[in-house]
């Protein structure tokens, strides 16, 4: 983990320069091309039937009335699949198709590929099911328990990973604690929404080896799970990921469903088929964010120093694995940042997670942070009020600075923003507060912090990226990474650090989605990982393109290489300003009229110290190789009447190591901010008895531009020493710290506190009056 | 396909002969915006839709001799920005404007918020504060003409056959003697397109001080839209003063009985709003009749 360059610079022509996103444009005029967009000659509509019940036996699965409807082409079951029927990320654990058990109540029993999408419908309800259902298993409390069904019978018993870190002696430094507080937090099953519902297309090719176009951003484990489920080898799936409308993590196990079942009935068929999941089955089939049930224990001095932390979080993982695993799962992120930005010397964390009979949770914004911020966050604050200390100044006395240790024992050596985050945030509060005019008369007003911090990077090892460059024959560059640009502006970031790299306007590098055939592997799109690692190995690729160049101008210009110089996407002569060779005059000559249509000219890897990584009975390791920090604030005013909240507004700083794109950065702080206060205010996918009660977007809520309050941005920049241009990752962070900064604020506001998200009017009620019993309302 | 065909009559007799000549496998649609999700989820070939919408005398509206007609294909949008209505019904302006989001404003008509029998339909619940009457035709020729609240059947059935009936307008009698007012409000988890946790209309007739009439309805706490006519009963012949402002409020909330919903709120809650909404809406209705007796009739 060599240090990057330009640190020192201040100025660059390109980096910390707003640039528009490459993909806007397209967007906005429609002309972008998704999954869904694709039309092949001859293609057939996929449908998958999804089981009735959570839990249940499948006894028979009787398919001959729809197989006799005209237009059906065939009706595939589990038995049908020609490789293994399993799909997963790491922990592979979910069945293309059930054959004997339905586990959850998104499983799926039978596809069919029909000629068109009203017969394949239609054929649906022809589909007859047996099953003998069986009792789910719900609460990762009961799951625990021994005598609880196993929910994969291969297993020993439901705990999917357990967490541990042990820092200091917890139980001795309670004892010495002036104050401790104990409180549970909850959090719900949260649905990411993204606006482009799962779809894919898939067709042979003549050679028997298979296309397949879908929207992920984990291109090459759809690759590695399509050629599973075929039963064919790595090389005869050719992955195409096409334009991703939003992915917030969750386009990871919902891609390896849609794209393995649509390839599935292209395999079986011969024939292309498109599958598209309608917003029904999207939320049903789509991973949630993990809930969360987190015990917390926290001590201080009276001086308000902490001194203790004891944490132990619950995560209902559902049915399947998907990132709930101890791999750098959910629940060792959860873990990892369970006691805050703090330095605190006594630190026992246990997480987590457990199957149940529920929808699958997975990677979403945030992978374990915002359930743990939000329970941290709010036990800060109540110490606060309870030392009668400033939230501000408690959180200052602890904040993690160069040279804290963390919970894991990790010496931060290097890019630790969270106090200027903290005195920008305190400073604007200053100024902001006193022009809002007082509230109505029946409305408080209040206002609450928050701080998080979060990963920059999976963790861990050995982490990699890498990068091809090649050169175009009109003397452009075309940039690839195998990273997706989900909507968080990765072609943008890349194509900027490439050309501050190589003196190249923006325009000039191109940046494709990711393919299988053309990228190579740079791991998953997330953990905010893409600026830091796929920048690194563009840089590298940068590098290496400059001196493959250079070595092409040597033999053009008839100059030995060390008498020419790189100049601003020229090669030009040290002493005769007559010989100079641009990139444009390069690509001629190379190509002539040769119809090669590039030629790679750079490869570049970067990748993390083997030495990251920790104990397993401990947790104390150097985890990450940077974090980012962040600090919110929430002024709301609550109705005294009816208990609505309003958020007027969020005042968010994050340290970013060093913005890219200024406006990228702001979006990301925007969107995470506006994500966050859905979380905290409205959203929850509503499981009950194993079943969604909200599976339509007309009772699961996300805020409308009508609540949208305020956002105002802070960039912080503590440069990363280990990212391009010192930049960190900035996709998640802000999700993390808008639940606790609103509870804070509604606390602050009229004295309740909830501890159970989302913090709804009625919640509020609740905590303030005895709630009628059920009998006694009718309608 | 999610219905058999699709005619667009432009008269109400060419609706009217369409209906009967289809033998009960005709069906009204207006705007849509409830009728299509519903068949969506149950296409119905067997039925031919008859689109009301494009009926110029169906989206009228009109003030004659202290009567306000609404036509009942008048869209919510058109409903909201009429002045007229904001003058004279100004609770069915708010209502209005509170339902769903732009694009169900521009589509969605009264007629339909009427005929749909949603419990807390925004603008039905502010008609039955008007006690609107709904007129109408059937296909025998029979002319129909009923106060709203009797439309309703129960959850989300109405009353008015879509394969035989259709009403034409809805009918205000507006206050004659002494000042009125009106209010909607609205309680619902975001600032748009979403289901009411409660809404309540309110029209209050003032004569000086006191209370002449007086209508107090809350949604959804009972099947149908609900008449809080105790609470009404305390007002009507009252001086106003804020206590009894009060009294009746907590009234209207002890004989609502909202349920615990997953989606609106728990029963407590809103069995507690009801109260909140209703002493708002009055005051509101109240401050705005005390204004309202210098609008001259248009």
Request: proline share 5%.
């Amino acid at each position: 983990m060599e240090n990057n360059l330009n640190l020192g610079l201040s100025e660059y022509r390109i980096i910390g320069k707003s640039v528009p996103k490459k993909d806007a444009r397209d967007k906005v005029l429609g002309k972008a091309v998704y999954a869904a967009d694709i039309k092949l000659p001859g293609m057939l509509y996929g449908k998958v039937l999804r089981s009735k019940y959570p839990h249940a036996l499948i006894k028979n699965v009787n398919m001959s009335k729809a197989g006799k409807l005209s237009g059906v082409v065939k009706i595939v079951t589990a038995r049908d699949i020609p490789g293994v029927n399993l799909i997963g990320r790491k922990i592979l654990d979910q069945p293309v198709i059930s054959s004997d058990k339905v586990k959850y109540i998104g499983d799926v029993v039978a596809l069919i590929a029909a000629e068109s999408e009203e017969v394949a419908r239609e054929a649906l309800k022809l589909i007859e099911v047996e099953y003998v259902e069986l009792s789910p298993l719900t609460d990762p409390e009961e799951a625990l328990k021994p005598e609880a069904h196993l929910i994969h019978e291969d297993r020993d018993n439901n705990i999917l990973a357990h967490i541990k870190i042990r820092k200091g002696d917890i139980k001795e430094a309670l004892k010495k604690c002036d104050i401790v507080i104990r409180n549970q937090f909850r959090t719900p099953f949260a649905e990411h929404l993204f606006l482009e519902t799962e779809s894919a297309v898939a067709a042979m090719r003549d050679d028997g080896s298979i296309d397949v176009w879908g929207a992920t951003d984990h291109p090459f484990k759809v690759r590695e799970n399509v050629a599973r489920v075929l039963g064919v080898s790595l090389n005869r799936v050719h992955y195409h990921d096409t334009t991703i409308g939003g992915s917030f993590g969750g386009k990871k196990d919902t891609a390896f469903d849609i794209c393995s079942r649509t390839a599935l009935l292209a395999f079986l068929t011969g024939k292309p088929v498109k599958m598209v999941y309608s917003r029904e089955e999207s939320i049903l089939a789509s991973s949630k964010r993990h809930p969360a049930v987190i015990d917390h224990t926290l001590g201080a001095t009276n001086d308000g120093n902490l001194v203790a932390c004891e944490i132990k979080i619950t995560l209902d993982t559902g049915v399947y694995a998907s990132k709930g695993d101890d791999d750098w799962g959910v629940p060792h992120v959860a873990a990892i940042f369970a006691s805050g930005p703090y330095e605190i010397p006594h630190v026992k964390i246990d997480s987590i997670s457990v199957y149940t009979n529920n929808p699958i949770s997975g990677p979403m914004r945030g992978f374990g942070s915002p359930q743990v911020v939000f329970a941290q966050e709010s036990q800060m604050d109540e110490l606060a009020r309870r030392l009668n200390i400033d939230p501000i100044r408690l959180r200052l006395t602890n904040a993690l600075r160069l040279g804290s240790q963390t919970a894991t024992g990790q010496v931060l050596k290097h890019s630790v923003g969270l106090t200027p985050t903290i005195n920008k945030v305190a400073e604007r509060l200053k100024a902001v507060v006193p022009t809002y005019p007082p509230p109505a008369a029946n409305k408080k007003r209040g206002i609450g912090l928050a701080c998080g911090w979060h990963l920059v990077g999976n963790g861990g090892g050995n982490e990699y990226a890498q990068a091809l460059l090649y050169l175009k024959r009109d003397g452009t560059l075309e940039l690839r990474t195998g990273l997706c640009d989900v909507g968080q502006g990765a072609k943008t970031v890349l194509a900027q650090i490439g050309a501050e790299e190589l003196g190249l306007p923006v325009e000039d590098i191109e940046v494709p989605d990711p393919d299988t055939d053309l990228d190579f592997e740079s791991m998953n799109t997330g953990a905010s990982r893409v600026t830091t690692f796929g920048g690194n190995a563009t840089i590298r690729a940068a590098r290496a393109a400059k001196r493959r160049l250079m070595e092409l101008a040597s033999g053009l210009l008839c100059e030995p290489e060390d008498m020419l110089e790189w100049k601003e996407g020229k090669i030009c002569h040290k002493s005769d300003p007559h010989k100079e060779v641009s990139l444009k005059e390069i690509a001629k000559k190379v190509f002539g009229f040769f119809e090669r249509s590039k030629l790679l000219i750079g490869h570049g890897f970067w990748q993390t110290l083997p030495t990251l990584g920790m104990d397993p009975e401990t947790g104390q390791g150097e985890t990450m190789h940077a974090y980012t920090y962040g600090t919110q604030a929430a002024i709301v005013d609550v109705d005294l009447d009816t208990y609505e909240i309003e958020v007027l507004k969020i005042i968010d700083a994050h340290d970013v190591g060093k913005a890219i794109n200024p406006v990228g950065v702001e979006g990301q702080l925007q969107g995470g901010v506006l994500m966050g206060l859905g979380w905290s205010t409205m959203e929850e996918v509503i499981v009950n008895k194993g079943y969604v009660l909200n599976q339509s977007l007309t009772n699961y809520l996300v805020p409308t531009a009508a609540d949208c309050p305020e956002i105002e941005c802070i960039i912080v920049e503590e440069p990363n020493e280990m990212g391009p241009f010192g930049a960190k990752g900035i996709g998640e962070a802000p999700v993390n710290p808008t639940a606790p900064a609103i509870a804070n604020a509604v606390y602050d506001a009229i004295g309740v506190r909830i501890r159970d998200l989302p913090i709804t009017p009625d919640k509020i009620w609740v905590a303030l009056h005895k709630p009628i019993s059920d009998s006694e309302g009718r309608f | 396909m999610l219905y058999g065909a699709y005619y667009t009559p432009t008269s109400l007799e060419e609706a009217l002969d369409y209906l009967s000549s289809l033998g009960g496998r005709g069906w009204v649609i207006a705007g849509g915006t409830d009728l299509i999700p519903q068949l969506k989820d149950t296409p119905r070939v067997d039925k031919v839709l008859i689109d009301i919408s494009r009926i110029p005398s169906l989206k009228e509206i009109s003030l004659v001799d202290n009567v306000l007609t609404i036509g009942s294909a008048v869209t919510h949008a058109s409903l909201g920005s009429s002045k007229t209505v904001w003058q004279r019904a100004t609770a069915l302006v708010e209502a209005a404007q509170s339902v769903g989001s732009t694009q169900i404003r521009n589509q969605g008509t009264v007629g339909g918020n009427v005929v749909s029998a949603l419990p807390a339909g925004d603008v039905a619940v502010g008609l039955v504060a008007f006690a609107a009457l709904a007129e109408g035709y059937s296909i025998d020729g029979r002319s129909l003409e009923e106060e709203i609240l009797n439309l309703y059947k129960g959850l989300g059935l109405s009353k008015i056959d879509p394969a035989k009936e259709i009403i034409t307008q809805f009918k205000i009698r507006l206050p004659t003697k002494g000042s009125y007012g009106s209010s909607f409000m609205r309680l619902s988890k975001r600032k748009a397109l979403s289901l009411p946790i409660l809404n309540c209309g309110v029209v209050v007739v003032l004569e000086e001080e006191r209370i002449i009439d007086c209508r107090i309805v809350v949604a959804p706490v009972a099947p149908v839209p609900f008449r809080a006519r105790s609470a009404e009963g305390l007002l009507i012949g009252k001086e106003i003063n804020e206590g009894l402002i009060e009294q009746a409020s907590r009234e209207a909330s002890v004989k609502a009985d909202p349920r615990d919903s997953i989606f609106r709120g728990s029963a407590g809650y809103r069995k507690e709003m009801v109260r909140v909404l209703v002493q708002r809406g009055l005051t509101k209705a109240i401050k705005r009749a005390k204004v309202s007796s210098v609008i001259p009739v248009v």
